[in-house]
């Protein structure tokens, strides 16, 4: 029994944290700026938890749907479901189980959001049957992941504004920028078996296009702190956080596939950094 939790833990990625840092980040951000730095403690946990089972709901049905495809590409062969190591039906049973704690979570909080809330899930569930069929399908996952933030604008304030369009706009361009580092580890496989990526889209561009892409981010930062007249501490975590837009820039230059995934998990750093220089902003 506990190797099977052991698998059931690795299907839904709770092993490689990453993917929860990148959705958490911007969650922090909404909370922060919409109620000027004094969130609700409850909606924080409650979307903390949220944050966890979507995640992991997300990272089932996109190995759900891809596992022939995973089965063919060196990084992702040996997980869980391509490697048959766990069957579909029990894949299928723990997803519907982590749906089902969303919706218990949606209920705790302002039924506005159901309609968001929904859409967030089908974007989460549609996202790999995308790879198949659109040029950039990491558009489809920063939507996704951004989905959160006009949700934590309506509990707390009750409604969107400015500042709820500029994070979300920012969030959207920040998953394309990394997921298209992640996207090049694999690009050489992608091409063969036919998915479609931003990495293959922009072609020999990806490293100039990511870079571009990544300081367009840093601006409407710059954009969301003068707006806001934030305090300078703001702007130096906005020139720290500069730099690891570049490290991350050379990291992937040569396009080496681990390093284009430590290029994808230094994000954390970008989003650590951002979210310290809001943190103190409102202190």
Request: positive net charge.
């Amino acid at each position: 029994m506990q190797d099977r939790i052991v698998l059931y833990l690795q299907l839904m990625r709770v092993d490689k944290p990453i993917g929860f840092y990148l959705l958490m980040w911007p969650v922090l951000w909404a909370f922060l700026v919409s109620t000027n730095g004094s969130p609700s403690v409850f909606y924080m946990l409650i979307f903390g938890i949220g944050i966890i089972a979507t995640r992991s709901a997300g990272c089932i049905i996109n190995d759900y749907f891809d596992q022939d495809l995973d089965s063919k590409v060196e990084r992702t062969k040996d997980r869980v479901l391509a490697s048959k190591k766990v069957s579909n039906n029990e894949a299928l049973i723990i997803f519907f189980l982590l749906v089902l704690v969303c919706l218990i979570l949606l209920v705790m909080l302002n039924l506005d959001i159901l309609v968001l809330a929904l859409l967030s899930m089908f974007l989460l569930i549609v996202y790999p049957l995308m790879k198949r069929y659109i040029k950039v399908p990491q558009l489809v996952l920063g939507l996704a992941f951004g989905s959160s933030i006009p949700m934590v604008f309506i509990v707390e304030i009750g409604e969107v504004n400015f500042n709820c369009f500029l994070l979300y706009l920012t969030t959207v361009i920040w998953a394309v920028v990394y997921d298209t580092y992640y996207a090049m580890a694999d690009k050489r496989d992608d091409k063969k078996i036919g998915i479609q990526s931003s990495a293959i889209f922009f072609g020999k561009n990806d490293i100039k296009y990511s870079l571009y892409l990544h300081f367009v981010v840093l601006s409407l930062f710059f954009i969301l702190g003068l707006i806001n007249k934030f305090d300078l501490i703001f702007f130096i975590a906005l020139f720290l956080s500069s730099i690891t837009v570049i490290y991350q820039n050379l990291l992937a230059r040569k396009r080496i596939p681990y390093q284009c995934i430590s290029a994808f998990e230094n994000n954390n750093i970008f989003g650590l950094i951002v979210t310290f220089g809001l943190i103190f902003n409102y202190l």
